[in-house]
């Protein structure tokens, strides 16, 4: 992996997010207007001192005028950006890449996505307009063959594994109850999630991520001006993306226990952040947790477990709130919830918030100085997958 | 001299018994089960079954002619499906003839008395019968495909003669759009069609100069029951000569009857045997063949060709998704989309894909792709490609998840991840399946299937479904 990064080079000086819920009152533009004003106010800035605009959402809306009309913004550049789960946070990475180049001062990156309009349960994407020989697959079916290989391949008995997908749930449903602008706010009996009625495979409904309307955003400007706008700004260390080739379906070397995207994003971010040990250095993780196998494969993907042993981590309680990486200390997707363009911009306002000492009761303090964001868009064998890195000082 | 060249069934693994009608009505019913094309057949997919049987080991024929009274479609030709799923080349003609079960014999007919300068057909005929629950149609009809290759070299059966007897009566009719058909009086149908029947059967023996009591096999098929079993009796006939109906385990498969039954009777006849075939519907018509010296060798080259030899492992279903696969039950749909309607510059610039399932090949390396795909994914060279067929190809299924999200006509879907013989890796749906019984590791094969319906286009595409052991017996 070649690419130079931006470390420390940008900063984030302002961040807003909108509770994530069932938004039946609110609009698109609502939403959109609540996250920008919140992230403009806190790095005390208005429209008119924003130089420029990125708009991620997968399908609450296209061009650029999604932002700008709610807004009413006078002739600003604003791009639309789409890369399915991972939305949110390639809108902010393109929003830092600007700030970097000079080409702007400051910046807005925003998500957004209003899911609960659609009238049907669960994530329905576009879709149509091809030859109609895709495989007609849900997101929980795709996600729910990760499972049953992990388990044949480090020879986990099933009803074991199952309890390691349980308690990721009951973990990260802790952790939302802690969480005033999630979705689901109480606490899960691990008998209630495992027995919870069959979605996919062996994914009960309690294995799913809340389908949810939200919206996030956050100010970038230049790291040397950071401090003129905030006592406590983020640096941003590492931004990465891969899109991989998605042979996975085709590729009788795949074997549905690991997303390679995320193997090849994680060793580019740590490399641009000076990162050797995810799991000692990171005061936390936003991992996506679409579903609950998903976030078992990413920690031994993502470095914070040795191959085919993150299951007994998770059993440990390795990852919990006071473990020795907290993962998805604001409750993830599973319970914040999952607007799809918005999620990668809520992930970095846990950040913002734990490296700020601002969250609270789910306040870590293990006194590390550097947060992860991840998102994966798309399926195990064909995905997008993002990491940044952010801390609170500049080196 | 012109004859059958090849041949082949495919009747549909689903069995609804005939009791659970009278169970859930309430009215008393014969014994015995029906065949039922799954949710996902149609009579072009079944067609397709049959066809892909009867051409193993054949050469493509000339043209091809699909019979059915049941089209998936009007205006568009339905033969043309058949024939991409078949991967014939764009020089084979592909027609329909729809609408009566007399299509039946009539393209069997055409295609015998076109056999002119070694000329080849192949004849699909297929048919979905189903009627009014309760009533004969319903509880009699039933759900297959036979295809017979018609041809004037490496003939199995000689066209010796055939006569006709037609007449104009109302008998049974369906307005065009309508399900299910009406029928008059049965006694008033009989008392025409039996002098027709034998009338015609008469005049097809006088032409070729043999004596009814000369001939071994007598196949009388047509959707009038009654009558059916009347002119076998009036042929004057030993009784055990007659082939069985298979009325008590498939049901009267309309159109595709005539081909169903004269197949078995080709798994049955010995060299030199005369065979008789009456079809009677809107008239009568009389076929005599007589089998060639090369039958046996065909039917002992192909084992899974006959009749008797269809997989095994029936699939029972119960009344209500017997109704609802047949659209006659409306049920609560899930809140999910509907499935997009496939595009039709896509779909037909990947007729070879979608269609003909041909994934492709690397030249460099020697990967292959399902879908093809330009740039290999092993060796990254492009547009070094060739097509590799896959329809025929078994595979193992490596993982599975069952879906019950998913929009499904039959839910919960079940979702395989499978590894072709040979190579190449596909996910795709399983069917024909009872989902408490999907292993890793378990056999399957590919059949062609519509996926769903969408704004009236049918979404044809393959599905896996599981190898059935193949076992000598009844159907």
């Known amino acids: ?395 | 001299m012109a004859g059958i060249t090849c041949y082949g069934t495919y009747i549909p693994r689903w069995r609804l018994a005939r009791s659970a009608i009278g169970e859930a009505l309430g009215v008393p019913t014969r014994g015995g089960t029906r065949a039922v094309a799954s949710y996902d057949e149609d009579t072009t997919s079944l067609g397709v079954e049959a066809a892909r049987h009867a051409l193993v080991g054949v050469a493509a024929p000339d043209t091809l002619v699909f019979a059915t009274s049941a089209p998936a479609y009007q205006d568009k030709t339905n033969a043309t499906a058949i024939h991409a799923a078949l991967s014939l080349p764009t020089s084979v003609a592909a027609y329909d003839m729809v609408g009566s079960s007399r299509s039946a014999v009539g393209a069997l007919a055409g295609a015998l008395d076109g056999c002119r300068d070694d000329r080849s057909t192949l004849v699909v005929l297929s048919d979905v019968r189903t009627g009014l629950a309760g009533g004969a149609d319903e509880s009699d009809g039933g759900d297959g495909a036979a295809a017979l290759g018609c041809g004037a070299s490496g003939v199995l059966a000689d066209f010796v003669a055939k006569a006709s007897a037609t007449s104009e009566l109302l008998d049974r009719w369906r307005e065009p759009g309508g399900q299910t058909s009406r029928v008059w009086e049965e006694r008033f149908g009989e008392s025409v069609y039996v002098p027709l029947a034998v009338e015609a059967a008469s005049e097809a023996c006088k032409q070729a100069d043999v004596d009814i009591g000369e001939i071994a096999h007598i196949v009388v098929v047509g959707p009038h029951a009654r009558s059916n079993r009347a002119a076998a009796k009036a042929l004057g006939v030993h009784p055990k000569i007659i082939i069985d109906d298979l009325g008590s385990s498939i049901g009267n498969t309309g159109c595709a009857h005539l081909g169903v039954l004269l197949a078995d009777a080709l798994d049955r006849a010995e060299p030199h045997d005369h065979i008789l075939v009456v079809s009677i519907g809107d008239g009568a018509d009389a076929m005599l063949f007589t089998a060639t010296d090369l039958l046996p060798d065909y039917r002992k080259d192909r084992p899974a060709v006959r009749l008797a030899a269809r997989p095994s492992g029936k699939l029972p279903v119960d009344y209500a998704n017997f109704l609802t696969w047949r659209g006659m039950l409306r049920r609560e749909p899930p809140r999910r989309p509907d499935p997009p309607r496939p595009a039709a510059p896509p779909a037909h610039r990947n007729e070879r894909w979608k269609f003909g399932f041909q994934g492709s090949g690397c030249v460099a390396c020697g990967t292959r792709h399902l879908p093809p795909t330009r740039v290999c994914q092993s060796c990254a060279a492009a547009d070094e490609m060739e097509p590799v067929p896959f329809a025929d190809v078994q595979a193992t299924i490596t993982t599975f998840t069952v879906d019950r999200l998913a929009y499904s006509m039959n839910p919960p879907a079940v979702v395989v991840v499978i590894d072709f013989d040979g190579g190449g890796r596909f996910q795709c749906e399983l069917t024909d399946v009872d989902v408490t019984e999907v292993r890793i590791g378990d056999r399957v094969e590919m059949t062609f299937r519509r996926l769903f319906t969408a704004d009236g286009v049918h979404n044809y595409f393959w599905k896996a479904r599981p190898v059935a052991a193949r076992t000598e017996g009844a159907d």
Not at chain 1, 134 to 147: G, I, R
Not at chain 1, 227 to 236: A, G, H, W
Not at chain 1, 263 to 291: K, N, S, W
Request: aromatic share 8%; hydrophobic share 40%.
């Open chain 1, 1 to 395: 992996m070649g690419s130079n990064g931006i470390r420390d080079r940008v900063a984030i000086v302002g961040m807003g997010c909108t509770p994530f819920t069932e938004h039946w009152r609110k609009s698109t533009d609502d939403l959109v207007l609540e996250a920008s004003t919140a992230a403009a106010t806190s790095a005390g800035l208005g429209y008119a001192e924003l130089d420029a605009f990125w708009l991620g959402t997968l399908d609450s809306g296209v061009s650029g005028l999604t932002l700008s009309k709610p807004l009413k913004l006078d002739y600003k550049p604003v791009s639309r950006l789409e890369n399915m789960c991972a939305t949110g946070s390639d809108a902010f990475r393109n929003a830092c890449y600007a700030v970097a180049s000079g080409a702007f001062d400051t910046a807005m990156a925003i998500g957004v996505e209003k899911l609960k309009d659609s009238g049907i349960s669960g994530l329905a994407t576009g879709g149509g307009g091809g030859d109609g020989t895709a495989a007609e697959l849900s997101a929980p079916a795709m996600f729910s063959l990760l499972s049953p290989a992990y388990a044949h391949k480090y020879g986990v008995a099933e009803p074991e594994l199952k309890e390691v997908l349980t308690r990721i749930a009951w973990k990260n449903h802790k952790n939302g109850a802690l969480n005033p602008l999630a979705q689901f706010r109480k606490e899960v009996p691990k008998e209630t999630i495992a027995n919870s009625p069959r979605v996919a495979g062996a994914l009960g409904v309690f294995d799913c991520s809340g389908v949810a309307d939200g919206a996030a955003a956050a100010i970038i400007v230049r790291a040397e001006d950071a401090y003129e706008y905030t006592d406590q700004p983020l640096f941003v260390k590492a931004l990465s993306l891969t899109a991989g080739p998605a042979t996975g379906a085709s590729d009788p070397g795949y074997d549905y226990t690991s997303f390679p995207e995320v193997v090849h994003c994680a060793t580019d971010a740590y490399q641009q952040a000076g990162i050797r040990d995810p799991r000692e250095q990171l005061g936390l993780a936003e991992v996506h947790d679409c579903f609950t196998p998903t976030e078992l494969v990413l920690m031994e993907d993502l470095g914070f477990a040795e191959r085919g042993l993150a299951w007994k981590d998770v059993l440990a309680g390795a990852f919990d709130l006071d473990g020795v990486l907290p993962v998805n200390p604001d409750g993830g997707l599973k319970s914040f919830g999952h607007p799809i363009g918005a999620s990668g911009l809520r992930m970095l306002f846990e950040c913002w918030l734990q490296l700020r000492g601002q969250a609270d009761q789910r306040q870590i303090d293990n006194g590390r100085d550097l947060a992860l964001t991840h998102n994966l868009g798309g399926q195990p064998g064909a995905c997008v997958s993002f990491i940044s890195v952010v801390g609170t000082t500049r080196d």
